[in-house]
């Protein structure tokens, strides 16, 4: 009896929790979304002018996607907003939009005097030109905080540690009870197996894992893991590049122990397409190192169908340092593939070490 009656009562308690919970977000994100806007733009005094959701330059599937749901969900809570991006799409990207028959966004060239949405990025350095003179009306992402970008007035900021800013643009229409629709459901869902590689990055959330699912059922895409090697397989295409081209479509560089150092990721397929590209890669290197303008230059290929990655170094002690900075065996094979930033951390670890020493 008595552990009925405690059943009954905690029973109640958890009914109350989930109610209160559930209704109470949907009306208070709806009032704040909506009231901090007008406030704003009516401060501004740019009612009826549009306002352009954009991400960040060198556009990837999440900058992209994202931009083009958020515009999609503002316009259904009948906000003047459209989708733009910042440059030429990559291959994801494009067969993304051409799988959900999505027209590609137009270009904006220039922020200067026009009221922008930023998703998928909160620096400058990624912005497009004349963020310093636009109107940053709201900004939706999930990186680190730099906090270089500066508002002309207090803006609307949702910042999630997320996999992926899609992730926090679907709780959107979640919160407010906007109805997703198909093709936008598809390209949120892509974005999401993009920016966590199929849900298997270090960066995936449960939330991720939730929106994926949902949205994966909206998109009607039968099979999440076909349908993501569908799409990378555009991604990893590089024919008709050259190994230069293909070190630098996704590279960057930092300063440690007082050392230039690159680092480039490409992506490939499978075990067979890795070690085809890492050999043409070292060839390269072999005889061109001396021109790609830094003194260690690292290189992670990864392939995408068991999620191993394959490490190279070059310059002047690199190899060692990378060997000490993941612990490596001699092949450089790493059985997970492990985050940039993380790689990266490590390396920078071993050379202001063997610097100080
Ligand atoms: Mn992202």
Known sequence: MKALKFFLRMWGFIVGMVLTFAALPVVECRAQVDDIRSAFIEEIGEVDKTT????????????????????????????????????????????????????????????????????????????????????????????????????????????????????????????????????????????????????????????DRQAADELQKLAEVADRTKFFLDMEREFTDYTGMTAREILFTDFKTFDAGGLRCGYSTVATLDATSRDEMSSRLENFMADNFSSTGVEMFFVKVHEIENYTAKMLAFGNGARETLSAALNLSDEFFLPVNLPNKKIARAISAILDRSRAA
């Open 52 to 207: 352009y959701v954009i991400g960040h330059t060198c556009p990837d599937s999440d900058t992209v996607c994202s931009a083009i749901a958020y515009a999609n969900f503002k316009q259904k809570l009948n906000v003047k907003c459209e989708a733009r991006i910042s440059g030429a799409l990559n291959r994801e990207s494009e067969f993304i939009l051409r799988y959900f028959d999505v027209p590609t966004p137009p270009v904006l060239e220039s922020a200067v005097g026009q009221n922008v949405i930023l998703v998928d990025h909160n620096v400058a350095s990624q912005a497009i030109d004349g963020i310093d003179e636009a109107n940053i009306v709201e900004i939706v992402d999930h990186h680190n905080l730099f906090g270089d970008i500066k508002s002309r007035a207090p803006v609307f900021y949702l910042r999630m540690p997320v996999g992926c800013t899609a992730t926090i643009v679907r709780m959107c229409y979640q919160k407010n009870n906007v109805t997703i629709d198909r093709k936008i459901a598809g390209l949120m869902f892509a974005a999401i197996l993009s920016d966590t590689d199929n849900l298997r990055s270090a960066t995936t959330t449960n939330l």
